[in-house]
């Protein structure tokens, strides 16, 4: 048995007794029997064991510097000595000629021309490997033309307001309007009703001299000489 940290989750791992180990097996029992510890699934944890040159490797499966596996009780029959934490490294390096942040194998553009741009890095040599050319294509182009025409203060946005405003404008024309409308409306209705009752009055009086002029006598006679 020994006892292993693996990105931060540290688990107590016993191996299947056996006589006919190879160096091979035993690094695939020493494989599995970690990966399949329960506290260290639990944590998405896991390793990749390999035999070479004459010693046991162990390596995390989690890329960059939040990985980090170490031993912390050895095991003396298998070699393995309790010793310090190693630590996984973030790919690093620029994009486009900008800065680019690593984190793990994935490098990220920040700034430039590339910025939101992703790389990951499958390899597994260290230092300097090679380099990037990049150039934005017709597509991106035409996305980036399509995205300033409907940004906040492009020409899209620019006409539609103007065009909303003519709108607001020819509505509050409207409405001024149907105000002069509606107040001509109530005075002509004034007015009518006004008239009407002049016209009632009249009648009135008209009725009034007629039957006055209906009770007058009759002026008659004859002339003597």
Known sequence: T???TV??????ITLTHAVDYTSDTLAEEIQSQINGNTTL???NAAVTVEFTNNQFVVTSNKYGSTSELEVTEGSATLGFAAGTAVAGLDVAG???????TGSGQILVANAGDAVGMSIQY????????????????YADQLFRSIADLLAADGGLTTKTDG?????DDITSQREALDERLAALETRLLTQFTNMDIVVAQLKQTSDFLTQ????????????KR
């Open 2 to 4: 020994f006892k292993i």
């Open 7 to 12: 990105d931060g989750s540290t688990a107590v």
């Open 41 to 43: 699934r639990a944590a």
């Open 94 to 100: 620029t994009i486009g000629g900008s800065p680019a």
């Open 122 to 137: 499958t390899g597994t040599s260290t230092g300097v490997v090679g380099g990037i050319t990049f150039a934005r294509g």
């Open 163 to 167: 065009l909303q405003k003519s709108i």
């Open 212 to 223: 006055q002029l209906a009770t007058l006598p009759t002026v008659g006679g004859s002339s």
